[in-house]
């Protein structure tokens, strides 16, 4: 059974907990529990049920321009679930916020805290209409800025003077910014009594990855580890969330026994690494060529090229004469018993094939076209 490989890459962190922590509390700033009364401020702002960006409910806010007062949402307080506070220390965060635009709407969100002197603003210019659209801003809090009571502040910038526009908000988050401790390998190597065991050729290595929408990793490696060899494949341009087929040709100088076959991808950027998962199966070596080696073997020659039914073959007499398919099979062997003579080739279906000379430990090979 045909196994497929699952690589799911770890990252690392420091920093507040060492982990990613949303400090809003995702049922408040999420609007599920909500009510435009736990709020102290709510100018120009109502709650909406049927356009949403999850759950059941988003904020929205309806714009008609000239406006005497600028929408402004502040200060959640519900005494049953929270008192909507949270705490800002030193570090750097990103605020998201999901955003729903219809008509004319202002240039700027502005999602800020009370306390500390931080106003996190979101561009609306540009910004898709009529559908749900997850913006980030990074921000940072200094040292001495740190506070331990925020409320939340949402308000416009930048009012258009005439029309009118509706904006729904959701789904609003702050986060500390996540840094990564690299590198970290992973690794899948060949199973015991599974090993490459490959004459000296020209190979090519196939198979088939898929790599998740997430994931941020540009590249990974296979090896061979004896003789050493490795092959990098680019996963820069690859699609994701569906199976493609990538190959490579390698050669073997010396033969394979008994080697060991790795996948490794480092987490490091620097190394074509990242995080999140992707999926290696169809695993399959062939021989696509074999080595060409010149020698002085002599004055070997074959005539016509591209042939038909028979070919004209010079070469030195006890010469042993195998001709391969170009994707490594054995389609027919002989042993010359003059130095030339004619080869019926009426067996050979139409395509390109490999003949190998082989005398007196020397070798040489020449490609040949069957039409």
Do not use: C
């Given at each position: 059974?045909?196994?497929?490989?699952?690589?799911?890459?770890?990252l690392f962190f420091f920093g507040l907990n060492q982990i990613s922590s949303q400090i809003l509390d995702p049922i408040d700033f999420g609007f599920e529990e909500?009510?435009?009364?736990?709020?102290?401020?709510?100018?120009?702002?109502?709650?909406?049920?049927?356009?949403?960006?999850?759950?059941?409910?988003?904020?929205?806010?309806?714009?008609?321009?000239?406006?005497?007062?600028?929408?402004?949402?502040?200060?959640?307080?519900?005494?049953?679930?929270?008192?909507?506070?949270?705490?800002?220390?030193?570090?750097?965060?990103?605020?998201?916020v999901m955003v729903y635009l219809e008509g004319e709407v202002p240039s700027g969100l502005i999602i800020s805290p009370t306390?500390?002197?931080v106003f996190p603003t979101f561009t609306l210019?540009?910004?898709a209409k009529n559908q749900w659209v997850k913006l980030t801003v990074p921000f940072t809090v200094a040292l001495g800025e740190e506070q331990l009571n925020n409320?939340?502040?949402?308000?416009?910038?930048?009012?258009?003077?005439?029309?009118?526009?509706?904006?729904?908000?959701?789904?609003i988050k702050?986060?500390?910014?996540?840094?990564?401790?690299?590198p970290y390998v992973s690794k899948?190597?060949?199973?015991?009594?599974?090993?490459?065991?490959?004459?000296?050729?020209?190979?090519?290595?196939?198979l088939n990855v898929w790599v998740d929408a997430d994931a941020t990793m540009s590249s990974f490696h296979t090896y061979i580890d004896e003789p050493f060899t490795v092959l990098k494949w680019d996963l820069t341009d690859v699609p994701k969330d569906q199976w493609v087929a990538l190959n490579q040709d390698f050669v073997l100088e010396t033969p394979a026994v008994n080697s060991n076959f790795k996948i490794q991808v480092n987490?490091?950027?620097?190394?074509?690494?990242?995080?999140?998962?992707?999926?290696?199966?169809?695993i399959s070596v062939t021989n696509s060529a074999l080595l060409i080696t010149e020698s002085t073997l002599g004055d070997i020659k074959i005539f016509p090229n591209p042939a038909k039914d028979l070919l004209n073959v010079w070469c030195p007499v006890n010469s042993k004469i195998t001709i391969y398919s170009v994707q490594g099979n054995e389609i027919n062997s002989i042993t010359s018993t003059k130095d030339h003579f004619e080869l019926p080739i009426l067996n050979l279906s139409k395509g390109i094939y490999i003949i190998k000379f082989s005398f007196d430990g020397q070798v040489s090979t020449r490609k040949l076209v069957v039409e």
């Open positions: 059974m045909r196994e497929l490989y699952k690589i799911t890459l770890f909500t009510s435009i009364a736990d709020w102290t401020q709510t100018i120009g702002f109502t709650e909406e049920t049927s356009i949403v960006a999850s759950g059941l409910k988003s904020m929205k806010a309806t714009l008609h321009y000239p406006l005497s007062n600028s929408p402004k949402l502040q200060t959640y307080r519900n005494s049953g679930t929270s008192n909507g506070t949270f705490a800002l220390t030193e570090g750097n965060y990103n605020a998201t306390a500390a002197p210019d540009g910004v409320w939340v502040i949402i308000q416009f910038t930048g009012l258009p003077s005439s029309g009118s526009g509706t904006v729904y908000i959701d789904d702050i986060e500390p910014e996540i840094n990564e401790v690299i899948i190597e060949t199973i015991e009594n599974a090993f490459l065991n490959l004459d000296t050729g020209k190979y090519n290595l196939a987490n490091s950027p620097e190394y074509g690494g990242g995080k999140g998962t992707f999926y290696i199966d169809g």
